[in-house]
């Protein structure tokens, strides 16, 4: 079973659609992003995701259940962007709380809020007030609380928003340590902050599905990219020359003049033999890159 299975989703506020069509199947293991431009649909997908905000139409399923089924309680934790603390009580009676509303006792609770602030290295700021912590530490906290009560599925929405290199770091790596007890799914705008974490990308855009690109698997290839000065002939043409060069796994066509050709990265000296092919069948090329970035991958297609 999947852990999360989306069934032609929409979702319209009045005349607004913010999610249109969107079908999706993510399992569970490493983190996932969630990427797109503002207003992409990304807050919305997990609002409904999270059982906060219901689809106008098609099917949403989180570990085989409705997002809104009470049988989620406990297995999925969510960080909204704008979440934040009550400035009135410290960090460890709001966090205590928060464990006794998931059904904790009060000597339970007390444990588990030391040890999820543990784990985000701030054990000591459990008798603190919010006003007292840095932006960086409310955001460790607030990661804190999505860790209590260990649950399976934990979104994260624009979780490094705001904070300086160091603390986007640091938050980086605590999550990559949680990761391997929960699913993360994690929307942002920073592809490369995003990159380093995530095994895969969820591309949304104008409240569409784009793509998923699976970055573990495209780490293993390399990639050139051909841009040719002209098209002397028909793209299906190059394709399949160049396709029929050694350690070449696949070629693809981005209108109106660009190839990207993946092939194994253990392989050496590809782009001399990439030149010498369309030089010998006269063909112009203006350019040839090493490599494809993770915006070519999601703005250009994958396969
Ligand atoms: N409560 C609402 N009422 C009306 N329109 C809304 C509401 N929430 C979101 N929208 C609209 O739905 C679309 C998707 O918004 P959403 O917040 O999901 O995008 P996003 O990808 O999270 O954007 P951002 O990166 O700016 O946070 C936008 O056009 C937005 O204006």
């Not at 689809?55 to 934790?77: E, F, Q």
């Not at 929960?182 to 855009?205: G, M, P, Q, W, Y």
């Not at 399949?240 to 194994?264: C, G, H, M, Q, W």
Request: proline share 5%; hydrophobic share 40%; net charge neutral.
């Amino acid at each position: 079973m999947s852990l999360i299975e989306c069934d032609n989703i929409t979702k319209r506020y009045g005349s607004t659609l913010a999610l249109d069509g969107v079908t999706l199947s993510l399992e569970a293991g490493a983190p996932i992003a969630l990427i797109g431009p503002n207003g992409a649909g990304k807050t919305t997908l997990f609002s409904l995701l999270c059982g906060f905000l219901r689809a106008s139409s098609g099917d949403v399923k989180i570990m085989g259940y409705s997002a809104s089924d009470s049988r989620l309680h406990g297995r999925l934790a969510a960080l909204p962007q704008d979440a934040n603390l009550d400035p009135r009580f410290t960090v460890g009676h709001q966090l205590t709380m928060l464990a006794r509303l998931q059904g904790m006792s009060s000597g339970v609770a007390h444990k588990e809020v030391l040890r999820v602030l543990d784990k985000v290295g701030l054990p000591e700021v459990i008798v603190k007030k919010p006003e007292a912590l840095s932006h960086g530490m409310r955001k460790r906290v607030m990661l804190a609380q999505a860790l209590m009560g260990s649950p399976e599925l934990i979104l994260l929405d624009e979780p490094t928003a705001g904070l300086d290199p160091p603390n986007v770091k640091v938050m980086r790596s605590l999550i990559a340590e949680a990761a391997n007890n929960a699913t993360f799914i994690i929307s942002s705008h920073n592809l490369d902050e995003l990159e380093r974490v995530c095994k895969s990308v969820v591309h949304l855009e104008q409240g569409k599905l784009k793509g998923v690109v699976d970055i573990a698997q495209s780490r293993s290839s390399g990639y050139y990219t051909v841009v040719m000065a002209e098209m002397p002939v028909a793209a299906n043409i190059i394709i399949a020359s160049l396709k029929s060069l050694p350690s070449v796994n696949n070629v693809t066509f981005n209108e109106p003049n660009r190839f990207v050709i993946e092939y194994d990265a253990a392989q050496a000296g590809l782009d001399l033999t990439i030149m010498q092919c369309l030089s010998d069948k006269g063909w112009p090329y203006r350019q040839l890159v090493n490599g494809r970035t993770l915006e070519d991958q999601l703005y250009f297609g994958s396969e």
